[in-house]
């Protein structure tokens, strides 16, 4: 089955630097990568996401790469701002025919950007 | 992820005694799914649903259980067999007419033994 890796488990930056989440995953045959941003208490929400037909996919100061043949996917926010303080997972698609509803996540990356 | 609903927000449970928890989306999705998350950790799923009337073990189905009777419900029993059940259950679901597709959460209920 898949299997996925995040890195770092936590990562403090100073307001307006840059923050980047790295996932590798392990499942050659995924083809769409997610990313959830989770606030204390509250639900996982979808931020981003990549399918392998693309290397790279922007939402303002949101980035998603993809290197398949690394296996591996990171996220990129640029421009930090406090209320970018929070949980962040990636996810991979979980393998084999009858696990490709699922999604298999990282153990997830806390994000502390510092005013 | 409006359109997914969970209740309770908190629930508590006694010593050998079963809870359910509800799960209901008016999203005309056909996937759905139940995930535990554990303090400071990520989600592992517990079981999922393709389609009515069928359901799959995720990584961590022992001491859990679940019905599809309905497209828009999927409750998930936490049974007296589930010793450490303290933790963060979020229900999903996803479109289902595709692989590998997005997920969306409902806000999650918090269970707690007493």
């Known amino acids: 089955g898949e299997n996925v890796e995040q890195h770092p488990s936590t990562l403090s930056v100073q307001e307006g630097d840059s923050a980047v989440i790295k996932c590798t995953y392990s499942?050659?045959?995924?083809?769409?990568f997610p990313w959830y941003k989770q606030e204390l208490g509250k639900r996982p929400q979808l931020i981003i996401d990549?399918?392998?037909?693309?290397g790279e996919k922007k939402d303002q100061r949101i980035a998603v790469t993809l290197n398949k043949t690394a296996k591996h996917f990171s996220l990129h926010i640029t421009e930090t701002q406090p209320e970018d303080s929070a949980v962040y997972f990636c996810?991979?698609?979980?393998?084999?025919?009858?696990?490709?509803?699922?999604?298999?996540f990282g153990s997830g990356t806390r994000l502390l950007v510092r005013p | 992820d409006g359109g997914i609903t969970q209740s309770p927000k908190y629930l508590f449970r006694k010593e050998g005694q079963n809870v359910t928890l509800s799960c209901e989306q008016n999203?005309?999705?056909?996937?759905m799914y139940w995930y535990r998350q554990d303090p400071g950790q990520g989600l592992r799923l517990i079981y999922y649903?393709?389609?009515?009337?069928?359901?799959q073990k995720g990584d961590i189905a022992e001491g859990y259980s679940v019905s599809r009777e309905k497209k828009e419900s999927f409750p998930l029993t936490v049974t007296s067999a589930q010793k450490n059940p303290t933790a963060f259950y979020l229900c999903?679901?996803?479109?289902?007419?595709?692989?590998?597709?997005?997920?969306?959460f409902g806000p999650g209920t918090r269970l707690l033994v007493l």
């Open positions: 999903a679901s996803s479109p289902g007419g595709q692989l590998q597709e997005t997920q969306y």
């Open positions: 499942d050659s045959a995924s083809n769409y």
């Open positions: 990549i399918r392998s037909n693309v």
């Open positions: 996810a991979a698609p979980g393998g084999g025919m009858d696990s490709s509803y699922k999604l298999i």
């Open positions: 999203l005309n999705h056909d996937a």
């Open positions: 649903s393709q389609i009515v009337n069928d359901f």
